[in-house]
């Protein structure tokens, strides 16, 4: 399969996730709002999605896809099998007496991530309770992440991304099915959250089954943990463990903060942050997960040239796609917020303290999307102790901007330092790439994302001149009852979607028999993973 036709195949199934993740916000803000209740669900939200990463989708996924990807070429699909059944059963086994000594300890965790609830002891026990019941969900989604590696080894990207669907509807109808018979809705949608775990587990199973691949446990943990393929997959999730958990470090930084600011800030940054998601969700994350086997497989068989070439495109993909994106999201911040969240708790403060915060994030966008396109150069080559090196020179930086900016601009302040340190890493990527003669940029990419921003900023200045307009004759449109907003709001959307298309076709940035070409282009009998 093309890298074009992975990363869309990938992405609008992750953008169908991340579409049921705003009705599933939606429902957040209508039932919780930004408060007391709502950020102690959101710790305990964060707890297990914070160590998947760094066991899962991090760490583990990035040694791992390679590994199956080569052993796919090299020794066939059985033997690949069996070493993934026996890796994963190593994993889930440590993971499973991890989940248990997290709760056990679970009072002391949550008094660390988040010291600004000691003041408020209903709070803190609250989030105890709620990071109890959606810890197991760690444990379950890393099983899911292990099924959704295989599947991406195997060229299918579908099925993995649509997972997170499962989710999103389940924590949306957990006000019908949990909430009615739970405490508080906090606890009816926490309980969602670990029961979803099951259904991903299931749905991947179905489908890895369609693929004749039937993953049994292996209980001989004492004898896998000393086979040489065992032990060469975890010299190289340490790295990665480690780079993933300075990561995750950047993000226990940012809630401890953050919940020094005051009551909601954590809320705030969460409803902004996971709009920023959205694009970086769909285009850097399915850009990173279909790269990288892709990748994997040109260099196991000595085609560098196809290797860079691949790269270029992945690079120019999210350009293309990340850079408009942020700077829809600059100047459409505020009408985002209040259409998608201002309703039930959530009150207009909430709207304008969130979109502060989108701003900020968004600036970052497209440094994000570019370090995902990059990252999978050095991990398809099992160099997974660069990006260890480089993640914390990011941590110290976020953790000093974060330090001195909150001081003057609260919850704002952090989500600027994030952007901050984003710059920081995409410069590192970009300087370590070229320095070890893995890629570097051409000067005709150079120029096409040059176009891209221009385009783009010609772009914003269209729709932020007609929303300026609407505001005065209508003396303030976001005002108006939602379905008034929302045909205003479209109508922008449409401008700058027509607007980027004909500045980009004249620049030269974007060619739409190109891509209908990539999109509808069908698959040779007997392909190979890429071509």
Known sequence: MSLFKSIATFGSFTLLSRITGFFRDMVLANFLGAGAVSDAFFVAFKLPNCFRSLFAEGAFTSAFVPMVSQKLVSDGKEKSMLFSAKAISVLAFFLAFFVILMEIFMPWVVRILAPGFAENGGMIDLAITLSRITFPFLLLVSIVSFQSGILNSLGK?????????????????????????????????????????????????????????RIRPQYNIP?????????????????????????QINMFVDTVLVSLVGTGAISWLYYANRMQQLPLGVVGAAIGVALLPILSH??????????RQTQDKAVEYGALFSIPAAVALVV?????????????KFNATDTTMTSR??????????????????TPNFFARGDTRTPVKYSIVVLIANLIGSLVLMRFYGHVGIAAATTIAAFISLYQYVRGLKKRAYWQFSAGLIK????????????????????????????????????????IFGLLCILGVATFAVMAKLTGVLCISDIIGLLTKKRKKNAKIST
């Open 157 to 213: 990207f579908a099925a993995p991304a649509s997972a997170p669907v499962i989710l999103n509807l389940m924590m949306i109808f957990s006000v019908f099915i949990f909430t009615p018979f739970s405490i508080t809705p906090a606890h009816g949608i926490a309980i969602s959250v670990t029961f979803a775990g099951l259904l991903e587990i299931f749905w991947l199973s179905y489908f890895l089954r369609r693929e004749g691949v």
């Open 223 to 247: 004898a896998i943990v000393r086979e040489p393929d065992i032990r060469t997959l975890f010299k190289r999730i340490a790295p990665g463990i480690l780079g993933a958990g300075i990561y």
């Open 298 to 307: 040109h260099l196991k068989t000595g085609e560098t040239e196809e290797a």
């Open 332 to 344: 459409l911040a505020e009408p985002i917020i209040n259409i998608l969240f201002q309703h039930g």
């Open 357 to 374: 915060a989108l701003i900020a994030y968004a600036v970052g966008l497209p440094l994000y999307v570019l370090v995902k396109a990059l």
């Open 448 to 487: 096409k994302i040059i176009m891209i921003t221009i385009s783009s900023v010609i772009m914003g200045l269209a729709m932020l001149g007609a929303e300026w307009g609407i505001d005065r004759g209508l003396h303030g449109w976001l005002d108006l009852n939602l379905l008034p907003r929302l045909l």
